[in-house]
């Protein structure tokens, strides 16, 4: 049932809100977080710089980018942590910084990097966490550390940087809340606990929940996430469902041909055209995918592979340095 | 060792503002002081008549030290200097290391260093070379600034050594506790324990006459020295060696144990927080009671101590009756005594300033260390947090001043047979400290608020009021400078009229600089990685 919904979850994204473009305001409901414009500045350096995001209620939603792109930074002044600059940002309905207080009871937050109290062990940091944030659930808490596989007698000290990182996720996850703030909180989970990490999100989403997750796993991020956005230099360059951002890359097609067609490497959207006796390898643009197809049926097709274009394509892409 | 050459270098990096500061300080204080004295005392009899005084009065020996040659500036000069000096220089080498090994392990910056081409013993060489070479500056300037203001070159030399040679033990007690304890807040305070312990050895050495007591101590073998009084040089050699064979006891741990681990073995906790802790305060308190019912200890100790000394003081002049007819015209014996109480009063005042401080800049602690953002990244108002501490700072002041009241007056009053009387009235001379240990921590909470990273200013005005207290007087100083010092404002009790008004106004004081920093925290931003 669970799997159903999800399904039908990602249906009706792909199907409606999101053909006409990709930084629309959603359709339905209040955005769980609404960032339009946010600058920060540290000095001189700029580490936020016109930033858009938009996360609707109940979507979990991927946050991507290089490091220093300005993930961390966005997500420490939605926690009012820190102070925007200009621009507008708005956090389950409220502001992150004078409603700071009241926003947090029904939002949990996992930082990157998890610092414990070196004298207080890890169980009673996750209740005082939880306690600070309005109250845990207990049942919520054993069930979490059980399939975490943690034990909660060690010292803050005593932990390596996976067990604190846990430690941080047990607290959040087993608190009632409607919003979930992680910044890649499996950094430093090994195969098995990633694996009960995506479970726990599955089954958060399933509870209605809405999750901003900042992750470079894209495995992760493609199970995971009905929608993502990628900053760079502080801005977001890309957003949009995976399908919407798959349509933006480009296929890379080899075939062996009859002939060498003419034009080939005058058609609109086909780059890295190369040519080796009757065998031709190029890229192309997604919605140029049609003309180029028919240029080389034309040319008598002897054999053909076309490669969607992968997640990690996408991402180099837009990792990269602005071109 | 390999890599040490650059580990120096790193720690001069990071200390370039510190170090400096430090050693301009001492040999400032010192430079004033010798000046002061040969100004003030410029006379062959009228220093002789202050030496009769100080050797006549147990509890001036207890504060500072025994005369040794009161016929010279530079013996008074070494009488009044050496405890303030090798105070100083003690504290300054305990911070120096333990921030550069224990602190650096507990960061885990260690982890990053030792897993380049560095010796084992690379990290703690280059703290003791950093602490050593230091103290080795101070004690070269000393002898340069008071061969300068006209005394002889050997006894400006034995007091230099003396009090760089302190410095040395105490760089070797602070990297021994580096090594023992798996915390660097831990091994500061084991440390700078070993150096109360110190004093208190020495004090109650020099007072009560038991050579033996003051010879425990290292601060002791800096008076015994005897700088321009017929200089001991072996003594700077005991002092030498001590420090040496301290380093090399701390390079055996260091070559067994891991790196970021103390000797014990870390312990288990509970699985689930006590249902208590459930708010900013809780944590507040679970963090720091360990400091707190530290410092009671000391303070119990150090009261006790020198509350049994109190009487002493009277009975050596009871037993000299031209000196206490001499003081019958300035209130007599009991006069002397309540003189020598309050003086311990004010020391103990000066003192849980120390921790007012420490515990208020627990919240910079809290904030650098990334585990303030999780609580206020929960749902926890920032002043809420920020008092948290603050409470916990501005409320453990008195009672640890208490603890030093009560034990000095039962031991005094065990002495004199009246302890019901004793009790009350130190407790209360220790209670009218408390306004002025609260501007410090006041100060601290401004700089977290407005300057976060000029926190350390609030130890050097803490060093400046002790200063000022100390030598104030002595280097006869304008008023208004004086009364820079909180700690000027305070009535002298027991003995002295207690009025309410410093005392209000000093705590109001302390209050608005606190709220100040309070607001100020409330719209700055959190500091990050």
Known sequence: MLLTSIVERREVWSATSYRTGFREAPMSGNPAILISGLTKSFGRVRALDGLDLTVDTGEVHGFLGPNGAGKTTTLRILLGLLRAGSGHAELLGGHPWRDAVELHRRLAYVPGDVVLWPTLSGGEAIDLLGRLRGGLDQRRKKALLELFDLDPTKKGRAYSKGNRQKVALVAALASDVELLLLDEPTAGLDPLMEAAFRECVTEERGNG????????????????????????????????????????????????????????????????????????????EADRLGGALRLLTDAGVRSLTCQPPTLEELFLRHYQSAS | MTGTFALVRLALRRDRLLLPVWIMMITGAIAATASAIGELYPGMAQRVALGVTIGSTPALQALTGPVFDATSVGGLTAWRATTLATGLVGLMSIMVVTRHTRAEEETGRAELIGACAVGRHAIPAAAVIVAGG????????????????????????????????????????????????????????????????????????????????????????????????????????????????????????????????GLLPPRLGPSDAAPSLASALALAWRLQRGGLLGWMIGFAIGGAMFGSLAQSVGDIVNDNPQLAAILERIGGAGALVDTFLAAVMGLLGLAVGGFAVQATLRLQGEEAGIRAEPVLAAAVPRWRWTLSHLVIALGG?????????????????????????????????????????????????????????????AWAALVAFALLAQLGELLQLDDWIRSLSPFAHLPQVPGGEVSAAPLLWLTAVAIALALVGVAAFQRRDLAGY
């Open chain 2, 134 to 261: 230091a103290n080795l500056l101070i004690a070269f300037l000393l002898t340069v600034t008071l061969i300068g203001q006209g005394l002889p070159g050997s006894g400006a030399l034995g007091f230099g050594l003396a009090v760089g040679g302190t410095g040395w033990v105490f760089t070797g007690i602070a990297v021994v506790a580096a090594q023992v304890t798996e915390h660097a807040r831990t091994a500061n305070g084991l440390a700078i324990s070993v150096l109360g312990l110190a004093y208190l050895l020495r004090a109650s050495g020099d007072a009560a006459g038991v050579e033996t007591l003051a010879w425990l101590s290292p601060l002791g073998w800096a008076q015994r020295v005897r700088a321009f009084a017929g200089e001991r040089w072996w003594v700077v050699g005991l002092l030498a060696l001590t420090g040496l064979l301290l380093v090399g006891l701390a390079a055996l741990p260091a070559r067994r144990r891991d790196v970021g681990a």
């Open chain 1, 209 to 284: 929940r809405t999750v901003l997750l900042s992750s470079h796993i894209l495995s992760e991020v493609e199970a995971l996430c009905d929608r993502v956005t990628i900053v760079r230099d502080g801005r977001a360059v890309e957003s949009g469902t995976l399908e919407q951002l798959r349509h933006l890359t480009r296929s890379s097609i080899t075939a062996e041909l009859d002939r060498i067609p003419d034009g080939l490497a005058e058609l609109a959207g086909v780059h890295e055209l190369a040519v080796s006796g009757s065998r031709v390898r190029f890229e192309v």
């Open chain 2, 397 to 457: 002041t008195p009672i640890i001043i208490t603890a030093g009241g009560l034990a000095a007056g039962l031991a005094h009053g065990v002495r004199t047979g009246e302890v019901g009387e004793q009790v009350l009235r130190l407790l209360g001379a220790a209670w009218v400290q408390v306004p002025a240990a609260w501007v410090p921590a006041g100060i601290a909470m401004l700089l977290f608020g407005l300057l976060p990273r000029l926190t350390a200013l």
